[in-house]
T-cell receptor, first 115, second 117 residues
């Protein structure tokens, strides 16, 4: 079974631009979560989508948004990019279960550099 | 608020030795899950092992085992017979409580493990 895929893998943008990142979850997984990883702040939760609805949201400004499609694929968008948005953006998917072990499986990430 | 603490920024271990990576957590939930992930330099987070708060036995997955001490709120990862390929960042994470509810992992700062030949 194919893993989580993310596109693009690398991206260079300039301040003020916007960017869209894509994530395709493991087949059958309906929950998709996004995380930002930076050297200073570590791994921080952005948001989670389930059945096309945002179910949980982290403490990020409104410039960060996302959506999920009917096939569970998800996109996240960052508008008006700032230098501090340079990070590794990780997407994770999970299969709803009846136990507390709802393991999230991660994709390879998208490295965004804002100049 | 939930919090994960990993107090070892870096560790250096000889190949074939066992290594323990420390993780302590703080939560007021009774139901929670604890995870360990490995992140090689490529960036992908690789799931290693899971421990549920109600699990009575320590989890094991091949060379990985989790030393779960609930009263101390610790969930240390033990890697037996370390290999050069084990060199990576290791993250401890906790899932907030509700089953089939909103998903969110809280991560520690990570431990960089280096295996020396």
């Amino acid at each position: 079974k194919a893993g989580v895929t993310q596109t693009p893998r690398y991206l260079i943008k300039t301040r003020g631009q916007q960017v869209t990142l894509s994530c395709s979850p493991i087949s059958g997984h309906r929950s998709v979560s996004w995380y930002q990883q930076t050297p200073g702040q570590g791994l921080q939760f952005l948001f989670e989508y389930f059945s096309e609805t945002q179910r949980n949201k982290g403490n990020f400004p409104g410039r960060f948004s996302g959506r999920q499609f009917s096939n569970s694929r998800s996109e996240m968008n960052v508008s008006t990019l700032e230098l501090g948005d340079s990070a590794l953006y990780l997407c994770a998917s999970s299969l709803p279960t009846t136990t507390s072990q709802e393991t999230q499986y991660f994709g390879p990430g998208t490295r965004l550099l804002v100049l | 608020a939930q919090k994960i603490t990993q107090t070892q920024p870096g560790m250096f271990v000889q190949e074939k030795e066992a290594v323990t990576l420390d993780c302590t957590y703080d939560t007021s939930d009774q139901s929670y899950g604890l995870f360990w992930y490995k992140q090689p330099s490529s960036g992908e987070m690789i799931f290693l092992i899971y421990q549920g708060s109600y699990d009575e036995q320590n989890a094991t997955e091949g060379r990985y085992s989790l030393n779960f001490q609930k009263a101390r709120k610790s969930a240390n990862l033990v890697i037996s017979a370390s290999q050069l390929g084990d060199s990576a960042m290791y993250f401890c994470a906790m899932r907030e409580g509700r089953v089939q509810g909103a998903q969110k992992l809280v991560f520690g700062q990570g431990t960089r493990l280096t295996i020396n030949p």
